[in-house]
């Protein structure tokens, strides 16, 4: 799959690949109103990987449902919907609009967000706050629910093992990490709030950790991100327990990377004799 944020709604891809080659698009993040997103700078380039601000910039739920939902509903893969809000309530409102949408079959929360109620703290670095989110959500919505976990706590399994306890039937994993960059001639943040989410490869390493411990945590399915630009790592992802993965800034550097990535573990796996992806999903030994 494509991850949210690196793929738009997917049409604007369409020109590249063939979308029906994709297992799925997770199309960027969608809130219940309208947000306009930080001010600009908000992305910076780093040492293997990038650095983003963009604050969820969307034009609001029910603009999709009613002029991007049209679009993207016939195009033959799983059309995801990420979704984020600021209160339990505000993300289950969302949810309950998509959950009227016939060809969208899953959404993907992203509880990475700040619970205004709590000062900013963002809902996923609690179990608490996790589980305050998918219980809202999974009374609203009614089709598959995947939930996006923030790799910026002390222990995700934890958070993980909340989220199934509360009735999320996937988990996908890692959002961005905190980081920052300074422009030092001019002292200051290179990006507009100071700090933002580091993904690309730099972020790998941190990402396959969390997703082998989250995957020996729940009995749920586990979606693995964070770094992927090859096949060969999206296979490492499938070996420590992720039955599915997910591309993001990888994107940005080949729109046909996917496609690619896709075809390149067919081609290891044909080459080890392996008849399934199945074959290989969570037999790292260790």
Known sequence: MTASGTFG???EFADFI????????????TTLHAREGN????????????????GLQNKGVDYFC?????????????MIVNVSGSSPEDYAACAARIDALERIPAIELNISCPNVRQGGMAFGVTTDGAASVVRAVREAYHKTLIVKLSPNVTNIADIARAC????????????????????????????????????GPAVKPVALRMVWQVAKAVKIPVVGLGGICTAEDAIAFLMVGATAVE??????????VSV????????????????????IIGTLEC
């Open 9 to 11: 709604y997917g049409i």
């Open 18 to 29: 063939d979308l029906s080659q994709l297992g799925g698009i997770i199309v960027k993040g």
């Open 39 to 54: 001010d600009y700078p908000r992305m910076a380039e780093t040492a293997s990987g990038m650095l983003n601000c963009v």
């Open 66 to 78: 009613k002029h991007i939902y049209p679009q993207i509903k016939d195009i033959d893969t799983n």
């Open 164 to 199: 199934e306890d509360e009735g999320a039937d996937s988990v996908s994993l890692i959002n961005t990490l905190m980081g920052m960059a300074v422009d030092i001639e001019r002292r200051r943040p290179m990006l507009s709030i100071g700090t933002g989410g580091l993904s």
């Open 247 to 256: 591309v993001g800034t990888a994107n940005f550097l080949d729109p046909a």
């Open 260 to 279: 690619k990535i896709r075809d390149g573990i067919n081609d290891w796996l044909d080459r080890h004799g392996c008849h399934s992806v199945q074959e």
